[in-house]
């Protein structure tokens, strides 16, 4: 399973000379360290994805000697690892350009991107290759403009729960916060699994 991840990056190797000067570029016009550290995480998996889906990978795959289960949870494994190596990467690129961020900003982007792909990866075993890519941007986009005023909004009509939430510890609202996107996550890859297992290629 360790080289199907590895095969990501090998095929990659011409998007990943992009991906420095593409998280620059970010950094450099002071977009909020959240997006920085969200589009970092998102630029790996969702190019293999991408990659995949103009190649048709999924048939070569299915003839090696990995199963199914092995093959899906390379995805989500290797989602994750490289979402580690994107957030050390970025994060010594705000320390190299004296740009400040927290960790709370990488809390909040890791479990941005976390929750993305456990909505978007599904979609790759459910679509038909031509649409997948074009709805993942889209849904990107989406989440990135109204993801905010959303949130704002919800916050203030139930004010109730928001109260309440704002009087828990930092420490249990991390945990809560981490366990639902980890389970929302293992979720999406039982999901994935259960997909994929029954497609025809």
């Known amino acids: 399973m360790f080289h199907l991840i590895k095969r990501d990056v090998i095929l990659q190797k011409k998007q990943l000379m992009i991906f420095l000067p593409f998280i620059l570029f970010f950094i450099f016009m002071d977009v909020h360290p959240v997006l920085t550290f969200l589009v970092a995480s998102v630029f790996i998996p969702f190019n293999t994805y991408a990659y995949d889906e103009k190649a048709e990978t999924n048939i070569l795959l299915n003839s090696l000697p990995y199963t199914r289960k092995e093959i899906i949870a390379s995805r989500y494994l290797g989602a994750v690892v490289y979402m580690i190596l ?27 991107f976390l929750l993305f792909a456990a909505c978007t990866f599904p979609l790759f075993y459910i679509l038909k290759p031509g649409y997948i890519t074009t709805a993942v941007i889209i849904g990107f986009i989406i989440l990135s403009a109204m993801g905010p005023p ?9 004010s109730g729960i928001t109260d ?6 930092i420490p249990i609202v991390y945990t809560g916060s981490t366990v639902l996107i980890m389970l929302i996550y293992l ?3 039982g999901l994935s699994t259960a997909i994929y297992q029954r497609k025809v290629f």
């Open 86 to 112: 994107s957030i050390g990467l970025t994060s010594a690129a705000f320390i190299s350009f004296g740009k400040l961020f927290s960790m709370t900003d990488i809390a909040i982007g890791s479990g941005l």
């Open 150 to 158: 959303v949130v704002i909004y919800l916050a203030e009509q139930f």
């Open 164 to 169: 309440f939430i704002m009087n828990l510890s």
């Open 187 to 189: 979720l999406s890859w």
